[in-house]
């Protein structure tokens, strides 16, 4: 049998899109007689205009570990896939006609949620499409996890490790801001992991005054620090209420004065109850480096559960985890869904049960 396949990362990175990609060709490259494999240059972008590469398995081996991608990776918004570029250029007929030019038996693209409905637009399109779900903010609808999200959980809590020892020494009050703008997973789990002693997070707005309560409350009780972890995309209960416009006009605002939440909410730990704050903003380190273990054999369970699905002819389908299980799941249940955390979940409860504030 042989094989064409299409390849894309597309969005931001993560650590495993390379594990990834390799557990697909290896899984291909071992059970076929013939495979040629085509990777796409920076996403979506490759695709629409094009560029794109011949690999063979060689440019697969000596990646498990390797962070970032070797395709290169852009982020090319859904809502504009369907509006002619510059010039005039129709984004998905230029796709179609790029992936039928190429004889493609079907692509296979790594992306989060953006990436996921751009994939399924294309299998409506008549495309044969697997998508694998990468990302570190794991809030992928249909899947248990995501690959990169454990690395980065890795890199979350060892930067409130660090923080801990400083907070320690000086007494201070320290905020590490976390990256998710919409879901609180990374924060939730790094903070936990972590010990953070405030956890806020996008799903569970605050009260600036609890947390400043829990503040003091630590202080009462003869604790020289506290560490908040803060997700990028924490909301308090006022501002949870706004119309979305209005929340976006006070972004907007917010943006002139202040470089993210953190430091608002610092400003207003300062004005409630004299604590200096400082803020510790890990960034893009949370997706950078190599993937943790636990992400390789994810990524090679996934990439090796694509390989199989190609080989079975069965398209149209993210390949996710579901209760420990590798899991083939239709893109039409799981496109434009987001994965977020609940005020219930488990791990909620039991934060709060050691007595971790959300703020709430
Ligand atoms: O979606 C992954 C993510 O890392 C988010 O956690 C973060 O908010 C965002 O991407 C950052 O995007 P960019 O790399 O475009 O600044």
């Known amino acids: 049998m042989i094989k064409r396949i299409g390849m894309l990362t597309s969005g931001g990175d993560c650590q495993a899109l390379n594990a990834t990609m390799r557990g697909v060709v290896k899984g291909l490259s071992n059970n076929l007689d013939e495979l040629e494999v085509y990777g796409f240059d920076d996403g979506y972008k490759g695709l629409i205009y094009g560029k794109y590469r011949m690999l063979t398995s060689k440019d697969f081996s000596g990646i498990l570990t390797q962070g970032g991608t070797i395709l290169g990776t852009s982020r090319q918004p859904f809502k504009l896939m369907r509006v002619p570029d510059e010039n005039g250029l129709d984004k998905v007929e230029a796709m179609k006609q790029t992936y039928y030019k190429l004889c493609l038996d079907c ?104 947390v400043t309560a829990a503040i003091q409350k630590r202080a009462k009780a003869g604790k020289r620090f506290t560490i908040l972890a803060v997700a990028e995309g924490a909301i308090s209960k006022e501002d949870a209420e706004l119309p979305k416009k209005k929340y976006k006009e006070k972004l907007e605002a917010r943006a002139k004065k202040y470089p993210s939440v953190s430091y608002e909410i610092a400003d207003q730990i300062y004005k409630e109850i004299g604590s200096e704050v400082r803020v510790t903003v890990p960034g893009h380190t949370q997706r950078g480096g190599e993937p943790c273990p636990y992400d390789r054999v994810l990524s090679t369970r996934i990439g090796a559960g694509a390989a199989q699905a190609i080989m079975d002819g069965e398209y149209g389908i993210m390949i996710g985890v579901v209760n420990g299980k590798i899991k083939r799941v239709p893109l039409e249940e799981c496109a434009g869904k987001l994965k977020m955390v609940s005020p219930k979940d488990q791990l909620v409860v039991a934060a709060k049960q050691i007595g971790i504030s959300f703020g709430d």
């Open 107 to 210: 692509l296979v693209i790594l992306g989060g949620n953006g990436t996921q409905k751009t994939a399924n637009l294309l299998r409506e399109e008549g495309l044969n499409i697997i998508h694998l779900p990468k990302t570190i903010d794991n809030d992928i609808y249909g899947t248990d996890m995501t690959f990169g999200f454990q690395s980065a959980v890795n890199i979350a809590t060892n930067a409130i490790d660090c923080i801990h020892t400083t907070a320690s020494s000086h007494g201070r009050v320290f905020i590490v801001e976390i990256m998710g703008h919409k879901v609180g997973s990374l924060t939730l789990h790094a903070g936990v992991a972590g010990g953070a002693d405030i956890i806020l997070i996008p799903e569970i707005p605050y009260d600036i005054k609890k």
